[in-house]
């Protein structure tokens, strides 16, 4: 890796703003990249939009569901006209900063087994690679094929090259996702192109690199003895709480009427 590289998922991170508004609790940046883009970047092609609010590190809960309406309006534009849904959550239920996808999942609320081949939300967590043997890629095409779901929102934590956007910016993109890519841990990639099937993908930074963190504060230019992966002390409260937002916004985008959790 180059001493130098900057480490991130985050598209207002590596590419210039193509749109931006500000309605006081929320800050909306869009962002596309195109072929050119993506070769020069090193990043898929894509629209990508970005959420940020610091109503979750500063514990404004009063303020979460204005956050769940906006982004549930997001994912709504992304996924327009479908009306199957599979939500999957990825990462390490048991390692706090990488639960995000578990805890979204365990809070959505599935209704496939009540509205049958209709308009349906259904879910699951595949765990990771190490605890399964198997690729969550594997899994997710395999219970694809058999549901035949319309998208696939896929949800994860992310990286990011700036440690104030952690908790606090919440993505949303057609361009899919590489499991395990914001810790140089990449598995195959979940898109369009390799599932065949439409693939959105949402998260919430919730780590930096240490590197990271000495180049903004420290300003130095010399090589880490050592790069480490840092996430925040609180960490446990931050994925709940994004957590519950992320499953408000996707259980309010594709609720279909009833929704029920057995």
Known sequence: MDKYAVYTDMAVEFCKHKHNKDDGLIKYYEVN??????????????????????AVVKGENTQYKRVIDALSSCLKSY???CDRVMAVGLG????????????????????RHLNGDNKYLCALTPNVLGMTGIESFDIISAVADRVKPDVIVVVDALTAAA?????????????GITPG????NH?????ERTLGIRTVSVGVPLVVYSSTIVRDYCACDTEPRCDMIVTPKDVDILVEDC?????????NAFSFGRSVRA
């Open 79 to 81: 996924c327009n006209g």
């Open 243 to 251: 957590a519950s937002i992320i499953a408000g916004a996707i259980n």
């Open 163 to 175: 440690a104030n956007r952690i908790a606090t910016a919440f993505q949303v993109t057609d361009s």
């Open 92 to 111: 390490n239920p048991d390692l706090t900063a990488d639960a995000l996808g578990d805890r979204v999942f365990k809070r959505l609320c599935v209704n």
């Open 33 to 54: 990249v195109d072929e050119t883009m993506s070769k020069q970047l090193g990043k898929p092609c894509g629209k990508y939009a970005t959420l940020e609010t610091t």
């Open 187 to 191: 598995r195959r990639r979940l898109d």
């Open 181 to 184: 890519s914001g810790v140089e």
